[in-house]
């Protein structure tokens, strides 16, 4: 499966962006899919998991209440609403995809968020 990930961009603290993720290729909703976030000099983090049905979600503890993951089995497409962004949202995000069954996780190439006044 191929990712690619959008949206990304320039916000003001405060404001919202929702990041968008393509997949490529048949079974979707065969992945779960995750999104994840790396600041430079800093390690990669979760940031929100949904499962394949879309009915189980889960989201760190930096993001909870401020982001939403969603997805949309027939377009192939996992987004992520970001809400209320701070400057330590300042990351490049990617989103990854695990076929259920199976450790391989495939990565997009990431879009780059960056909260500053």
């Known amino acids: 499966v191929q990712l690619v990930e959008s949206g990304g961009g320039l916000v003001q603290p405060g404001g919202s962006l929702r990041l968008s993720c393509a997949a490529s290729?048949?079974?979707?909703?065969?992945?779960?899919m995750s999104w994840h976030r790396q600041a430079p000099g800093k390690e990669r983090e979760l940031v929100a998991t949904?499962?394949?049905?879309?009915?189980?979600?889960n989201y760190g503890d930096s993001v909870k209440g401020r982001f939403t993951i969603s997805r949309d089995n027939t377009k192939n497409t996992v987004y992520l609403q970001m809400n209320s962004l701070k400057p330590e949202d300042t990351a490049l995000y990617y989103c990854?995809?695990?076929?259920?069954?199976?450790?391989?996780?495939?990565w997009g190439q990431g879009t780059q968020v960056t909260v500053s006044s």
């Open positions: 990854a995809a695990r076929e259920i069954g199976r450790s391989i996780k495939y």
């Open positions: 290729g048949s079974s979707f909703s065969r992945y779960v």
């Open positions: 949904i499962s394949n049905s879309g009915g189980l979600r």
